[in-house]
């Protein structure tokens, strides 16, 4: 992937500043290159743990709530930096976190960006900038509604696709003249089918080895 460098990357700004940012480490920074995609969720966690305390803080800053206790306290704009900085620190680890995944499990980098969008377009079909033209939501409840009963739906879609992988396998294997059947070992996917597969022809050959002895 291109990337900008030196004079390049400092002129650019917001979003694609640290978009490049995070591909640079991950294409030369030797901590980077270290760090799993599992220790970075745990930064993200507490990341989002700290955002979470400074919006509660500007919460209380906005209302007065806290102007009781006598002490005094940040002003709303400084906790309102605060509260920036820590959705800075959430923003560069989420994008951290999707660079490590894809260099671990070898994804496109526009894919987990791509399932997200059809995602939500999917479960909000009343929006007029890709709706199917027939839903509606007047409301918050409708919207709602809307929501879970797409995602219902696919859940109910992913087992029917699981179901449609399954299959019946007929084994009947010859060894020193003795016919030994395997019947209807159902299998989901391939993968562990041959496992299965596998699997029961070690125990039969295995086991027919030991009692011939």
């Known amino acids: 992937m291109n990337y900008a ?9 917001g979003r694609k500043r640290l ?3 995070v591909t640079c480490l991950g294409n030369s ?8 995609s599992t220790e970075m969720l745990v930064y993200l966690e507490s990341e989002v743990h700290e955002l979470q305390e400074e919006i509660i803080s500007m919460h209380s800053v906005r209302d007065g709530s806290d102007a009781s206790s006598g002490r005094k306290h940040p002003s709303y ?5 605060a509260m920036i900085a820590e959705l800075g620190d959430v923003l560069f680890d989420v994008l951290m976190l999707e660079m490590m995944m894809r260099r671990e499990y070898e994804f496109g980098i526009d894919e987990a960006w791509q399932v997200a969008s059809e995602k939500v377009e999917r479960r909000t079909p ?9 839903s509606v939501a007047k409301n918050t409840e409708e919207a709602e509604e809307i929501w879970q009963s797409v995602k219902r739906q696919e859940k109910a879609d992913r087992l029917t696709n699981v179901d449609s992988q399954v299959e019946t396998l007929d084994l009947s294997i010859v060894r020193n003249g003795n016919a030994i059947a395997l ?3 159902k299998t989901h996917g391939n993968l562990l089918g041959s496992a299965i597969l596998g699997f029961a022809l070690g125990v039969l050959f295995c086991g027919g080895k030991q009692s011939s002895k």
Request: overall charge positive; some cysteine.
């Open 183 to 185: 019947t209807h070992i």
């Open 126 to 134: 009343y929006m007029q900038e890709w709706g199917n033209g027939i």
């Open 5 to 13: 460098t030196g004079k390049e990357h400092t002129s650019l700004s």
């Open 29 to 36: 920074c030797p901590w980077t290159a270290t760090v799993k």
């Open 19 to 21: 978009y490049n940012l």
């Open 77 to 81: 704009s400084d906790r309102k930096k």
